[in-house]
């Protein structure tokens, strides 16, 4: 049986739902069309897992979830399999309590309950947080407390992780509960009634995510997300991949982020593709790939460091290419995209989005691409560009969502924080923080976030331009940018560098990068002090660059000058 056999479905609450997400699957390749005719369906009342999942589940053989372990073994599991489990997960939990609008931290790896239990608690209409499970106790506190969390679901191995994290909390442990603490074992669920009968309707603005972001320059926001924001919303993500019914979809990503929920839930089952995963504890491009060619994936997904750490290998071992590949995260460097369509002969293609959103910019299957850029508004989302000294519409400045026809693909706000929600929400638009420039032709070039951009002797200054203009060279494995003070030019740029394999830190490679950073950048933009270290990280993975400016502002640690090394 084929992913497509349920296109037939009983009149329903999906009705809209399918006929747009059937308009953008027929217009894949056909962005002035996909950008004029589609619209948001707005139901009032959705829920993505019983109206959407069980009617394309319901007798349908096809892979929903192919998981490959490290040590070769496998489990695939089809869209019926999951829909039956799930409804016995739903039915468990609801006996152990959780209750429509219960908050539910569930902190799992990439394993077959994570996805049972997101669709089961779509089910109950239970709200869920998701967590990685690299938290610790702090976090974990931070998350139950501020998040209200009234169950926590998790690894047996992390279990005792919350021995000292305070709170009235069901605890469900997932691969044996622990005798101590009053553990339950979420494998009793495999004994639980199948039969799923929801207790309510599922309003279209119930709470349905609430996700700490990943808190690169500041404390995690809590970003709260309804019960259409990101299943509807991720319509537009579907479309930027390029998925289609029965592909092999591959995203890297950590359980726990909105990337994730993003690539390996909504996306793939909006389009009835199988998600597939494999897991690692140490990556390895080889394996990798091996494992790709021999599943046959079709469509992969990966954020910058995975690309960068991939281009390093051979990737000339990956016979037969995926034909959707695409990045996320952060922006995507030039030279990483040009080594892939040299090896591949396919062309990475860039998307924005943010735990916040859906993606809202994007280069969709199909469409010329400008070396740089991350491409034009997603249907659905208008995209303004917000002069940062007048608020006004122009050429360059803070990408904004207009809010006259608010995208479904849009949080609520803050949860727990009017005024921040307020703040980003103003005169009508929604603020992402990113600075980027639009062209002639409506391609948005990313720029930087708005706190990471500064000025050196009056000219602005992306960090991004720099970082990729450093990572040409053969001996940057990865770079981040930051501001180092400066009495003549207020700041001057300072890069912090981890270098290829093959390379030593020291004067002479010093020397070699900023040869290289003169050759190919304008005077006004060339690095001028460079260190040699690695780059602190979230745990999702992006760089935080308010340490670096911190530890900038301190001093220490051995920081070459370029007036030194000519």
Known sequence: MTATTNVTAKPGPADGFRAARDFLLDHREDYAAAREGFSWPRPTAFNWALDWFDTIARGNDSTALWIVEEDGHEEKLSFDTMRRRSDRVANWLRARGVRAGDRIVVMLGNQRELWETALAAMKLRAVVIPATPLLGPADLTDRIERGRARHVLVRAEDT???????????????????????????EDADHAEEAFTPDGPTHADDTLLLYFTSGTTARPKLVEHTHISYPIGHLTTMYWIGLRPGDVHLNISSPGWAKHAWSNLFAPWNAEATVFVHNYTRFDAARLMAEMDRCGVTSFCAPPTVWR????????????????VVAAGEPLNPEVIEAVRRHWGRTIRDGFGQTETSVQIANP?????????????????????????????????EIALDLRERPVGLMTGYAGDPGRTAEVMADGYYRTGDIGARDE????????????????????????????????????????????????????????????????????TAKALF???????????RVRRLEFAELPKTVS???????????????????YREEDHR
């Open 160 to 186: 005792g992780k919350f021995t000292d994290v305070p709170g009235d909390y069901t605890r469900i442990a997932v691969g044996g509960a622990p005798e101590a603490g009053g553990w339950l074992a979420y």
């Open 441 to 508: 032709d409506g391609y948005i070039t990313y720029i930087g976030r708005a706190d990471d951009v500064f000025k050196s002797s009056d000219y602005k200054i992306s960090p991004f331009e720099l970082e990729s203009a450093l990572l040409e060279h053969e001996a940057v494995a990865e770079a981040a940018v930051v501001p180092a003070p400066d009495p003549l030019r207020l700041s001057v740029p300072k890069a912090y560098v981890v270098l290829a394999a093959g390379w030593e830190p020291g004067p002479d």
């Open 541 to 559: 993975g992006k760089i935080r660059r308010i340490e670096l400016r911190e530890r900038t502002a301190r001093g220490g640690g051995t920081e």
């Open 309 to 324: 750490m991939l281009i390093q290998a051979d990737l000339g071992a990956l016979r037969n290419p995926p034909r959707e």
């Open 365 to 397: 299957p199909g469409q010329p691409l400008k070396p740089g850029s991350m491409g034009r508004p997603s249907p659905g989302f208008t995209v303004v560009l917000l002069d940062p000294r007048t608020g006004e519409p122009a050429d360059e400045g």
């Open 515 to 525: 040869a290289h950073s003169r050759a190919v950048l304008a005077p006004y933009k």
